[in-house]
């Protein structure tokens, strides 16, 4: 029997998505940095040479968005970290600013309708409000930041009529959307195995979107994920982002982990005879980024 042929499409596969809605992207990170430009710059009246200046920076700001993205498929985490991590600051930041200024704005609208039976009400003036914005924009940009960099559990308990009894607290570990890329690292990885090794799970599932970057980059840095320690073992699940970062490659890669993915199949978690089923679905959009397929070893022996 004849082995199957490569997809030629896969590396088209991982751009698709980008060549697709960087023309979106563009227009909306304009979009937003022109508003911002018209409430912190032209609507306060500064002096030709600042008014320039933080013209030029808010350009420069905009420009660095999709550059930033589109370089960062281009060269290895390691070395796009430099560019990247301001990069992403500054999108989180943009956001909190846009949050801010729509805020003002909404809250002018109702002081003009307010001011229109009331003259006396004071309204906010371009300073204040450009005040305003940067003051909470930055201060929430700032708070996410160090959130970002938090690690908290959150306990869920999930009542199921028909549980066995045997399986009465059985404890799922879920470890969701790490990203492990151009800003997350093997360092913070290193804080969520040891988090979840300390809560003495029965199994520990890895729900999508753990990497943003190749098998070949990030090797390194989820090697801790073979540190994991659950009573039935670590599983995976494809998200919409390892369709970008190489699918296939990270499903042959996290088996040698101790990580068992999980494509469209299940498996059972046997305690005293009564079984838990633990189901994996490829991410939807699989389908959409990626046309090549890649397998579990159990999946394999039996195609």
Same mark, same amino acid.
């Given at each position: 029997? =004849?082995?199957?042929?490569?997809?030629?499409? =896969?590396?088209? +596969?991982?751009?698709?998505?980008?060549?697709?809605?960087?023309?979106?992207?563009?227009?909306?990170?304009?979009? !937003? #940095?022109?508003?911002?430009?018209?409430?912190?710059?032209?609507?306060?009246?500064?002096?030709?040479?600042?008014?320039?200046?933080?013209?030029?920076?808010?350009?420069?700001?905009?420009?660095?968005?999709?550059? +930033?993205?589109? =370089?960062?498929?281009?060269?290895?985490?390691?070395?796009?970290?430099?560019?990247?991590?301001?990069?992403?600051?500054?999108?989180?930041?943009?956001?909190?600013?846009?949050?801010?200024?729509?805020?003002?704005?909404?809250?002018?609208?109702?002081?003009?309708?307010?001011?229109?039976?009331?003259?006396? !009400? $004071?309204?906010?003036?371009?300073?204040?409000?450009?005040?305003?914005?940067?003051?909470?924009?930055?201060?929430?940009?700032?708070?996410?930041?160090?959130?970002?960099?938090?690690?908290?559990?959150?306990?869920?308990?999930? =009542?199921?009529?028909?549980?066995?009894?045997?399986?009465?607290?059985?404890?799922?570990?879920?470890?969701? @959307?790490? #990203?492990?890329?151009? !800003?997350?690292?093997?360092?913070?990885?290193?804080?969520?195995?040891?988090?979840?090794?300390?809560?003495?799970?029965?199994?520990?599932?890895?729900?999508?979107?753990?990497?943003?970057?190749?098998?070949?980059?990030?090797?390194?840095?989820?090697?801790?994920?073979?540190?994991?320690?659950?009573?039935?073992?670590?599983?995976?699940?494809?998200?919409?982002?390892?369709?970008?970062?190489?699918?296939? $490659?990270?499903?042959? #890669?996290?088996?040698?982990? +101790?990580?068992?993915?999980?494509?469209?199949?299940?498996?059972?978690?046997?305690?005293?005879? #009564?079984?838990? @089923?633990?189901?994996?679905? @490829?991410?939807?959009?699989?389908?959409?980024?990626?046309?090549?397929?890649?397998?579990?070893?159990?999946?394999?022996?039996?195609?």
């Amino acid at each position: 029997m =004849a082995a199957p042929r490569q997809s030629t499409q =896969a590396p088209l +596969g991982r751009w698709r998505p980008l060549v697709t809605f960087l023309p979106i992207g563009v227009a909306v990170v304009s979009g !937003i #940095h022109y508003y911002l430009w018209m409430r912190l710059v032209r609507d306060v009246g500064f002096p030709t040479s600042i008014d320039h200046a933080l013209t030029v920076m808010l350009v420069l700001a905009a420009a660095s968005v999709p550059t +930033g993205v589109v =370089a960062s498929r281009l060269v290895s985490p390691r070395w796009s970290v430099w560019w990247l991590a301001p990069v992403y600051v500054w999108i989180g930041t943009a956001f909190y600013l846009l949050l801010a200024a729509g805020i003002i704005d909404l809250l002018r609208l109702v002081l003009e309708l307010v001011a229109f039976e009331q003259p006396e !009400i $004071e309204r906010i003036g371009p300073e204040a409000g450009a005040f305003l914005i940067v003051t909470w924009g930055v201060g929430a940009a700032t708070l996410a930041v160090l959130e970002a960099r938090t690690l908290r559990v959150e306990h869920v308990e999930v =009542a199921l009529s028909k549980l066995p009894r045997a399986l009465d607290g059985f404890r799922i570990a879920q470890i969701s @959307d790490v #990203h492990v890329g151009p !800003i997350v690292g093997r360092r913070f990885l290193e804080r969520v195995v040891s988090k979840v090794n300390d809560l003495d799970a029965d199994v520990v599932v890895i729900t999508g979107d753990l990497v943003d970057g190749s098998v070949e980059d990030l090797a390194h840095d989820v090697a801790p994920l073979a540190s994991l320690e659950s009573t039935f073992g670590t599983f995976f699940v494809t998200g919409n982002h390892e369709y970008h970062a190489g699918a296939p $490659e990270w499903c042959a #890669h996290l088996p040698t982990l +101790g990580v068992r993915v999980l494509r469209n199949e299940h498996v059972v978690l046997d305690r005293d005879g #009564h079984g838990l @089923d633990l189901a994996g679905i @490829d991410d939807y959009e699989a389908t959409h980024l990626h046309r090549s397929r890649c397998q579990s070893r159990e999946s394999h022996r039996r195609a």
